[in-house]
Protein backbone atom coordinates (compact mmCIF):
# COMPACT_ATOMS: atom_id res chain seq x y z
CA UNK A 1 0.00 0.00 0.00
CA UNK A 2 1.33 3.70 -1.25
CA UNK A 3 1.26 5.63 1.96
CA UNK A 4 -0.91 9.58 1.37
CA UNK A 5 -1.35 10.24 4.58
CA UNK A 6 -0.64 9.54 8.31
CA UNK A 7 -3.75 7.88 8.84
CA UNK A 8 -2.96 5.14 5.93
CA UNK A 9 -0.01 3.96 8.50
CA UNK A 10 -2.31 2.59 10.87
CA UNK A 11 -4.93 1.07 8.09
CA UNK A 12 -1.22 -0.69 5.82
CA UNK A 13 0.29 -1.93 9.23
CA UNK A 14 -3.36 -3.73 10.15
CA UNK A 15 -3.75 -4.95 6.87
CA UNK A 16 -0.45 -6.47 6.77
CA UNK A 17 -0.88 -8.12 10.02
CA UNK A 18 -4.14 -10.51 9.17
CA UNK A 19 -1.37 -12.54 6.84
CA UNK A 20 -0.26 -13.85 9.93
CA UNK A 21 -1.24 -17.06 11.37
CA UNK A 22 -2.94 -17.45 15.09
CA UNK A 23 -6.46 -15.66 16.01
CA UNK A 24 -5.19 -15.27 19.38
CA UNK A 25 -1.59 -13.25 17.94
CA UNK A 26 -3.63 -11.15 15.46
CA UNK A 27 -5.96 -9.68 18.27
CA UNK A 28 -3.06 -8.82 20.38
CA UNK A 29 -1.49 -7.25 17.83
CA UNK A 30 -3.88 -5.76 16.49
CA UNK A 31 -4.89 -3.86 19.45
CA UNK A 32 -1.06 -3.40 19.87
CA UNK A 33 -1.07 -1.29 17.12
CA UNK A 34 -4.08 0.52 17.37
CA UNK A 35 -3.04 1.99 20.79
CA UNK A 36 0.11 2.64 20.01
CA UNK A 37 -1.04 4.89 16.91
CA UNK A 38 -3.43 6.39 19.07
CA UNK A 39 -0.93 6.99 21.80
CA UNK A 40 1.58 8.68 19.30
CA UNK A 41 -1.42 10.97 17.74
CA UNK A 42 -2.82 11.81 20.57
CA UNK A 43 0.96 13.37 22.54
CA UNK A 44 2.22 14.22 18.70
CA UNK A 45 5.30 12.57 19.70
CA UNK A 46 8.41 14.25 18.04
CA UNK A 47 11.24 12.77 16.27
CA UNK A 48 13.58 13.43 19.12
CA UNK A 49 11.00 11.71 21.96
CA UNK A 50 11.31 8.95 19.71
CA UNK A 51 14.81 8.57 19.57
CA UNK A 52 15.39 8.91 23.21
CA UNK A 53 12.09 6.02 23.69
CA UNK A 54 13.91 3.68 20.94
CA UNK A 55 17.21 4.44 23.45
CA UNK A 56 15.51 3.52 26.72
CA UNK A 57 14.42 0.62 25.13
CA UNK A 58 17.01 -0.47 24.25
CA UNK A 59 18.86 -0.27 27.52
CA UNK A 60 16.04 -2.13 29.06
CA UNK A 61 17.59 -4.93 26.91
CA UNK A 62 21.31 -3.87 27.16
CA UNK A 63 20.67 -4.09 31.42
CA UNK A 64 19.62 -7.25 31.85
CA UNK A 65 22.20 -10.08 32.23
CA UNK A 66 21.85 -13.79 33.83
CA UNK A 67 21.53 -12.17 37.10
CA UNK A 68 19.45 -8.79 37.38
CA UNK A 69 15.84 -8.65 35.04
CA UNK A 70 15.98 -4.86 34.05
CA UNK A 71 12.34 -5.79 32.15
CA UNK A 72 10.83 -7.11 34.86
CA UNK A 73 11.39 -4.41 36.79
CA UNK A 74 10.36 -1.51 34.61
CA UNK A 75 6.86 -3.47 34.25
CA UNK A 76 6.44 -3.76 37.85
CA UNK A 77 7.68 0.03 38.35
CA UNK A 78 4.42 0.73 35.70
CA UNK A 79 1.96 -1.14 37.41
CA UNK A 80 1.99 -3.66 34.16
CA UNK A 81 2.61 -6.74 36.61
CA UNK A 82 0.41 -6.24 39.24
CA UNK A 83 -2.69 -5.17 36.88
CA UNK A 84 -1.73 -8.53 34.49
CA UNK A 85 -1.40 -10.96 37.81
CA UNK A 86 -5.25 -9.62 39.32
CA UNK A 87 -6.48 -9.98 36.04
CA UNK A 88 -5.75 -13.72 35.44
CA UNK A 89 -6.45 -14.74 39.16
CA UNK A 90 -9.06 -14.53 41.51
CA UNK A 91 -11.85 -15.75 38.57
CA UNK A 92 -10.04 -13.23 36.19
CA UNK A 93 -10.29 -10.48 38.17
CA UNK A 94 -13.90 -10.83 39.58
CA UNK A 95 -13.02 -12.03 43.35
CA UNK A 96 -9.68 -11.76 45.92
CA UNK A 97 -6.62 -13.90 45.14
CA UNK A 98 -3.72 -14.49 46.71
CA UNK A 99 -1.81 -14.47 43.45
CA UNK A 100 1.14 -11.69 43.30
CA UNK A 101 3.93 -10.88 41.40
CA UNK A 102 7.06 -13.46 40.55
CA UNK A 103 9.38 -10.07 40.97
CA UNK A 104 13.03 -10.42 39.12
CA UNK A 105 14.52 -12.84 42.10
CA UNK A 106 12.69 -16.14 41.04
CA UNK A 107 15.55 -19.09 40.19
CA UNK A 108 15.04 -22.42 39.71
CA UNK A 109 16.14 -25.49 41.24
CA UNK A 110 15.78 -24.12 44.81
CA UNK A 111 17.46 -26.88 47.56
CA UNK A 112 14.12 -29.27 48.42
CA UNK A 113 13.50 -28.73 52.51
CA UNK A 114 12.16 -30.61 55.00
CA UNK A 115 9.29 -29.20 56.68
CA UNK A 116 10.67 -27.55 60.15
CA UNK A 117 13.94 -26.81 58.41
CA UNK A 118 15.93 -23.71 57.78
CA UNK A 119 16.44 -21.40 54.80
CA UNK A 120 19.11 -20.22 56.15
CA UNK A 121 22.55 -22.17 54.24
CA UNK A 122 25.03 -19.89 55.78
CA UNK A 123 25.81 -17.54 58.52
CA UNK A 124 22.82 -14.27 58.10
CA UNK A 125 22.17 -11.57 60.70
CA UNK A 126 18.89 -11.26 61.59
CA UNK A 127 15.97 -11.66 63.65
CA UNK A 128 14.59 -16.05 64.02
CA UNK A 129 11.09 -15.59 62.22
CA UNK A 130 8.56 -19.08 62.15
CA UNK A 131 6.49 -19.23 59.48
CA UNK A 132 3.28 -21.72 59.04
CA UNK A 133 1.49 -21.24 55.43
CA UNK A 134 -1.39 -23.44 54.73
CA UNK A 135 -2.08 -24.19 50.80
CA UNK A 136 -5.96 -24.44 50.44
CA UNK A 137 -8.10 -24.64 47.38
CA UNK A 138 -11.08 -22.17 46.59
CA UNK A 139 -13.26 -24.12 48.61
CA UNK A 140 -11.55 -23.63 51.36
CA UNK A 141 -10.07 -27.38 51.52
CA UNK A 142 -6.04 -28.16 52.11
CA UNK A 143 -4.12 -28.77 49.22
CA UNK A 144 -1.59 -31.90 50.40
CA UNK A 145 1.66 -32.70 48.21
CA UNK A 146 1.63 -29.31 46.69
CA UNK A 147 5.60 -28.29 46.19
CA UNK A 148 6.05 -24.08 47.82
CA UNK A 149 9.09 -22.53 46.47
CA UNK A 150 10.29 -19.31 48.71
CA UNK A 151 12.76 -17.48 49.06
CA UNK A 152 13.57 -13.67 50.13
CA UNK A 153 16.40 -11.02 50.78
CA UNK A 154 18.56 -11.20 53.98
CA UNK A 155 18.39 -8.11 56.58
CA UNK A 156 20.46 -6.28 55.06
CA UNK A 157 18.07 -6.26 52.14
CA UNK A 158 19.76 -8.20 49.51
CA UNK A 159 18.95 -11.56 47.92
CA UNK A 160 21.63 -13.90 47.81
CA UNK A 161 21.70 -13.50 43.62
CA UNK A 162 22.96 -10.09 44.21
CA UNK A 163 25.59 -10.66 46.93
CA UNK A 164 28.18 -13.30 46.78
CA UNK A 165 29.14 -13.03 50.45
CA UNK A 166 25.91 -14.99 50.80
CA UNK A 167 25.89 -18.84 50.12
CA UNK A 168 24.19 -20.49 47.11
CA UNK A 169 20.56 -20.45 47.50
CA UNK A 170 20.50 -18.67 50.49
CA UNK A 171 17.32 -17.65 51.91
CA UNK A 172 15.35 -20.21 49.35
CA UNK A 173 13.69 -23.37 49.84
CA UNK A 174 11.42 -25.74 48.38
CA UNK A 175 8.74 -27.59 50.90
CA UNK A 176 5.99 -30.09 49.94
CA UNK A 177 2.38 -29.82 52.13
CA UNK A 178 1.42 -31.99 54.33
CA UNK A 179 -2.13 -33.70 54.81
CA UNK A 180 -2.99 -30.46 55.87
CA UNK A 181 -1.92 -28.15 53.41
CA UNK A 182 0.30 -27.08 55.19
CA UNK A 183 4.44 -26.17 55.49
CA UNK A 184 6.50 -24.59 58.32
CA UNK A 185 10.31 -23.13 58.66
CA UNK A 186 12.58 -21.11 60.01
CA UNK A 187 14.25 -18.51 58.54
CA UNK A 188 15.06 -13.97 59.31
CA UNK A 189 12.91 -12.09 58.73
CA UNK A 190 13.48 -9.73 56.20
CA UNK A 191 13.30 -5.85 55.64
CA UNK A 192 12.06 -3.80 53.02
CA UNK A 193 14.85 -3.19 50.37
CA UNK A 194 15.55 -0.95 47.32
CA UNK A 195 15.28 -2.13 43.62
CA UNK A 196 18.34 -1.22 41.84
CA UNK A 197 17.99 2.43 40.56
CA UNK A 198 21.28 2.55 38.15
CA UNK A 199 19.49 1.51 35.23
CA UNK A 200 15.99 2.64 33.03
CA UNK A 201 13.60 2.33 36.47
CA UNK A 202 15.88 4.46 38.46
CA UNK A 203 15.65 7.20 35.86
CA UNK A 204 12.36 6.71 35.31
CA UNK A 205 11.25 6.54 39.31
CA UNK A 206 13.69 9.48 39.68
CA UNK A 207 11.56 11.36 36.91
CA UNK A 208 8.27 10.83 39.08
CA UNK A 209 9.58 11.20 42.29
CA UNK A 210 9.40 8.32 43.93
CA UNK A 211 11.24 5.81 45.92
CA UNK A 212 13.07 2.79 44.93
CA UNK A 213 11.82 0.89 47.90
CA UNK A 214 9.30 -2.07 48.70
CA UNK A 215 8.26 -3.39 51.59
CA UNK A 216 9.55 -6.00 53.44
CA UNK A 217 7.92 -9.85 52.29
CA UNK A 218 8.44 -13.22 51.29
CA UNK A 219 8.27 -14.97 48.06
CA UNK A 220 5.83 -18.21 47.31
CA UNK A 221 5.93 -20.36 44.52
CA UNK A 222 3.33 -23.37 44.57
CA UNK A 223 2.90 -25.39 42.63
CA UNK A 224 0.28 -29.18 41.92
CA UNK A 225 -0.90 -30.70 38.85
CA UNK A 226 -4.35 -29.61 38.04
CA UNK A 227 -3.91 -26.42 39.84
CA UNK A 228 -2.52 -22.89 38.32
CA UNK A 229 1.04 -21.97 39.42
CA UNK A 230 0.20 -19.94 42.05
CA UNK A 231 2.92 -16.97 42.51
CA UNK A 232 2.90 -14.84 46.01
CA UNK A 233 3.96 -12.72 48.13
CA UNK A 234 3.57 -11.83 52.04
CA UNK A 235 3.60 -8.90 53.33
CA UNK A 236 4.63 -7.19 56.81
CA UNK A 237 1.98 -5.16 57.73
CA UNK A 238 4.35 -3.09 59.90
CA UNK A 239 6.41 -1.73 56.79
CA UNK A 240 6.61 2.06 56.51
CA UNK A 241 6.60 1.25 53.05
CA UNK A 242 3.59 -0.70 52.75
CA UNK A 243 1.21 1.63 51.47
CA UNK A 244 3.78 3.13 48.99
CA UNK A 245 5.64 0.04 47.24
CA UNK A 246 7.46 0.98 44.33
CA UNK A 247 6.06 -2.23 42.21
CA UNK A 248 2.79 -1.58 43.36
CA UNK A 249 2.45 -5.02 44.37
CA UNK A 250 0.68 -5.05 47.73
CA UNK A 251 -3.27 -6.17 48.02
CA UNK A 252 -5.15 -6.69 51.34
CA UNK A 253 -5.27 -10.62 51.13
CA UNK A 254 -1.52 -10.26 51.46
CA UNK A 255 -0.77 -8.23 54.57
CA UNK A 256 0.49 -10.65 56.95
CA UNK A 257 0.75 -10.33 60.02
CA UNK A 258 4.19 -10.37 61.59
CA UNK A 259 4.26 -10.92 65.70
CA UNK A 260 7.19 -10.02 67.53
CA UNK A 261 7.70 -12.59 70.53
CA UNK A 262 9.61 -11.61 73.93
CA UNK A 263 9.62 -14.10 76.89
CA UNK A 264 8.30 -17.11 77.25
CA UNK A 265 9.69 -20.79 75.90
CA UNK A 266 11.65 -19.89 72.23
CA UNK A 267 10.78 -22.35 69.46
CA UNK A 268 13.92 -23.60 69.28
CA UNK A 269 16.73 -23.68 71.58
CA UNK A 270 19.20 -21.49 70.26
CA UNK A 271 17.19 -19.02 70.20
CA UNK A 272 18.17 -16.10 73.03
CA UNK A 273 16.11 -13.01 72.03
CA UNK A 274 13.10 -11.96 70.66
CA UNK A 275 11.65 -14.00 67.51
CA UNK A 276 8.61 -13.37 65.11
CA UNK A 277 5.68 -15.91 64.02
CA UNK A 278 4.14 -15.60 60.65
CA UNK A 279 0.65 -17.74 59.93
CA UNK A 280 -0.67 -17.18 56.95
CA UNK A 281 -3.51 -19.14 53.77
CA UNK A 282 -2.68 -19.23 50.17
CA UNK A 283 -5.89 -19.98 48.06
CA UNK A 284 -4.79 -22.01 44.68
CA UNK A 285 -7.16 -22.06 41.74
CA UNK A 286 -7.59 -24.58 39.44
CA UNK A 287 -5.81 -24.64 35.95
CA UNK A 288 -2.48 -26.10 33.98
CA UNK A 289 0.15 -26.08 36.01
CA UNK A 290 2.66 -24.13 33.54
CA UNK A 291 6.00 -22.78 35.46
CA UNK A 292 7.36 -19.11 33.95
CA UNK A 293 10.57 -18.38 32.93
CA UNK A 294 12.99 -17.67 35.53
CA UNK A 295 13.76 -14.15 35.48
CA UNK A 296 17.21 -14.90 36.33
CA UNK A 297 19.29 -18.07 35.69
CA UNK A 298 22.95 -17.27 37.95
CA UNK A 299 24.35 -15.38 41.26
CA UNK A 300 25.79 -11.76 40.56
CA UNK A 301 29.98 -11.83 40.74
CA UNK A 302 31.98 -9.66 41.77
CA UNK A 303 31.44 -7.00 44.92
CA UNK A 304 28.50 -6.70 46.16
CA UNK A 305 26.81 -3.67 44.46
CA UNK A 306 25.67 -0.84 46.61
CA UNK A 307 22.23 0.50 45.83
CA UNK A 308 21.30 3.70 46.38
CA UNK A 309 17.68 4.60 48.47
CA UNK A 310 15.53 7.24 46.10
CA UNK A 311 13.40 9.57 48.35
CA UNK A 312 9.70 9.99 47.43
CA UNK A 313 8.92 13.50 47.21
Given at each position: MIIDSQEDVTTAVLAELQRADGPRFREVMSSLIRHLHGFIRETRLTEAEFQQACAF????????????????????????????????????????????????????QSPPTENGGSLVRSPTPGVPLFVNAIVKNIDGRPVAGAEVDVWHCNDEGYYENQDPTQADMNLRGKFTTDTEGRIHF????????????????GDLLRAQKRHNLRPAHLHFLITKPGYKVHISQIYSGDDPNIETDCQFGVTRPLIGTY???????????????????????LLIEPGEMKLPRPPIT????????DIERLVRA
Open positions: VNRIGQKSNDSHNEAVMMAGSLGVSTLVCLLNNGNHGATETTANLLGPFWRLRSIKPIGYPIPPDGPTVRQEGGQPPEPDVTGPWYTLTHEDKFQGPRP
